[in-house]
Every structure is written in C-alpha cells, then in structure tokens.
C-alpha cells in the first residue's frame, strides 16, 4: 500500500496537478511496467502467497517421501510381503500429494482479497 501511494506522490509530482486524465493513466501504466519481481514480492499481500507457495512446495516435496517410508515400514511390521508394501505405500503417498494440491487450491479459493476497492473497480 505504501509503494502504492508512493508512486501515485511520484506521478503527481511529475505531471502536475492540472494533467489530463489520460496523461495520468499513461503514467501509471509506464510506473507499472517497471515494477520488478523484488518490488512485488516486498508488498504485503505478495509475501503472505509467496510464504504459502513455499510452504505448500517444501509439503510436496516432504510429504510424500515420509508418507512412503511411514506406510511401508508399519506394513512391514503387519507381514505383509515386500511387492505389496512397495504398491500399497506408493499409492498412499500419491494420495498425500493429492490431498496437499487439493487443500492448497481449497485456502486459494477462500483466500481474501486485500486489495482496495479502487484497484479492484479497474
């Protein structure tokens, strides 16, 4: 929100208070076009997906290789034999993949939009 105001301060200072409304637009879309990757993951909103991004990603990554070796040693310890504890195993740890895709996309949906309601009217 700061670098926000920031930058309308730096358009304004620019044109002028008596500027064309299309002289304005144009400056906001040519200060758009130079935000950078580092600028947007600095705002607020950026750095709360980014930190669910990487936590869903390390998930996807951890998850599942737990989930296999968990599932295969207590199948172990039940006897069953060893081609039916590599399948079963396997399956249970896609279903955790599945189950982390799906609770991401879940608190994507239900995620709340904190972006003002002048942004979200253009």
């Known amino acids: 929100e700061v670098d926000r105001k920031e930058a309308i301060e730096k358009i304004q200072a620019k044109l002028g208070r008596n500027a064309t409304k299309e002289e304005k637009v144009a400056a906001v879309e040519q200060e758009q076009k130079r935000i950078t990757l580092a600028v947007a993951l600095r705002q607020r909103q950026n750095q709360r997906v980014l930190t669910k991004l990487i936590l869903f990603s390390i998930l996807l990554l951890v ?3 737990l989930v296999y070796f968990f599932v295969d040693r207590m199948l172990e310890l039940r006897g069953v034999p060893k081609d ?3 399948h079963r195993a396997g399956i249970v740890a896609i279903g ?3 189950a982390i895709m799906a609770s991401y996309v ?3 949906f239900f995620e709340k939009d904190d972006l003002p309601e002048a942004e979200k009217e253009d």
């Open 106 to 108: 879940i608190m994507a």
């Open 84 to 86: 039916d504890r590599f």
């Open 63 to 65: 998850a599942p290789v």
């Open 96 to 98: 955790s993949v599945v």
